[in-house]
């Protein structure tokens, strides 16, 4: 046999009203809206006072009849009326109804928008601007819904207790069914002059300008989480989330990959041979590189320190330059000349081949042709 007064905590001695305050405090606690997971305690409360709230029940469980604990004592005693919760409570573990009449105000929903940034953002992090619409407590009522100086009244309906019931006959007797109040939208009260700015709502959809804090190391995807500057709740509840989903804009001359980024630097052909310093503009500034003679293309140089901070701890990534040895194209014939030298002196002209001349009349590449050609 199932000990209800326990489970409410009052001794077997208490009033109604005693009774009454315990369940309402006792379901408040382990209501699932406020202590999710905790179900079957807030089953076990409700079917508590389901006994002792009812001073019929009451009396035959005092007796040591338990209605749920004896199988034999059928549904609503010696043939009274059982509610709908009952069987809910029974079978599917619901208690219709015995959280009474909901508050006006409930939570607001989370919002979710998106921020562009540039990579400039991604790589130190600064602070960006954003523009959104939220629904945000209505200034002229502050929330209640009604209008400056009216309030709001007991529904007739339900006569307060935000929900109604009907009893059915069915195979099974007559079942109580209980539902939320349409009129008062389950609250139990009824606003007597809605606000004519949020129409009883209790909030407006409004377009603000908020200040969002972007950290180095943001990526395309990241979230931002600003608590309580999402959506207000009807009746002025508390406001939820809003998430921004940040979106790294693509830049015209670094790709990244992770923390690090990359670009590419052009370098004459004769500039990779000989060697040289390049300048590169990075996000820090010009930075000087450092080409070794004989550089080949494709060749990466890093610089350390100077990519992308990194979101969750110290330090940032580095630069990588890759080397991009451009051949020339197009050549007068002086250089040609040179060019042909070069090459006579490193062994790398080929031994057989015609070298036409630019000029049918000789000159320098005329002689190179003799030349080869054995005149």
């Known amino acids: 046999m199932n000990d209800y007064y326990e489970t409410l905590g009052v001794s077997r001695d208490a009033s109604a009203e005693e009774i009454k305050k315990a369940y309402r405090r006792k ?8 202590a999710p997971g905790r179900e079957d305690e807030f089953k076990a409360v409700a079917q508590a006072y389901d006994v002792l709230g009812d001073a019929a029940k009451k009396a035959a469980y005092d007796r040591g009849q338990d209605p749920y604990g004896d199988p034999t004592a059928g ?32 939570p607001g929903q989370d919002a979710l928008v998106r921020l562009d940034v540039p990579l400039r953002t991604a790589v130190f992090g600064d602070t960006e601007d954003l523009t959104v619409e939220t629904a945000v407590l209505c200034s002229v009522c502050g929330g209640d819904g009604c209008s ?3 309030g709001t009244r007991t529904c007739d309906l339900c006569h307060g207790q935000g929900h109604v019931q009907q009893v059915q006959r069915s195979f099974l007797g007559q079942v109580m069914t209980t539902r939320p109040c349409g009129t008062c939208q389950a609250t139990g009260e009824v606003i007597v002059e809605p606000c004519t700015d949020c129409h009883g709502d209790g909030r407006v959809r409004e377009r603000r300008t908020l200040k969002v804090k972007v950290p180095a190391g943001v990526d395309t995807g990241t979230r931002i989480q600003l608590a309580g500057q999402g959506e207000v709740g009807p009746g002025g509840g508390p406001a939820g989330s809003l998430y921004v989903e940040v979106n ?5 001359t670094w790709t990244r990959e992770g923390d690090d980024l990359h670009c590419s630097v052009e370098l004459p052909m004769t ?3 000989l060697g040289t310093r390049t300048p590169v503009e990075t996000f820090d500034g010009t930075e000087q590189v450092e080409v070794p003679a004989g550089t080949q293309h494709g060749a990466v140089f890093t610089l350390r320190g100077l990519g992308v901070g990194h979101l969750r701890r110290e330090g940032r ?11 020339p194209t197009r050549l007068d014939s002086r ?3 040179l060019l042909h030298e070069l090459a006579r002196l490193r062994g790398e002209e080929q031994a057989t081949g015609t070298i036409t001349s630019v000029s049918e009349q000789g000159g320098f590449f005329g002689r190179l042709r003799d030349a080869f050609s054995g005149r």
């Open 335 to 337: 250089q040609k000349e």
């Open 27 to 34: 379901a408040r606690q382990l209501h699932p809206d406020v």
């Open 317 to 327: 990534g580095d630069v990588h330059v890759h080397a991009q040895v451009v051949t």
């Open 248 to 252: 790294v804009e693509p830049d015209a």
């Open 148 to 150: 400056p100086g009216t």
């Open 271 to 273: 500039a990779a041979a």
């Open 75 to 106: 549904f609503g005693g010696a043939g009274g009326a059982f509610t709908f919760s009952d069987i809910m409570d029974a079978f599917f573990g619901g208690q219709a109804g015995a959280a009474g009449p909901r508050s006006r105000q409930q």
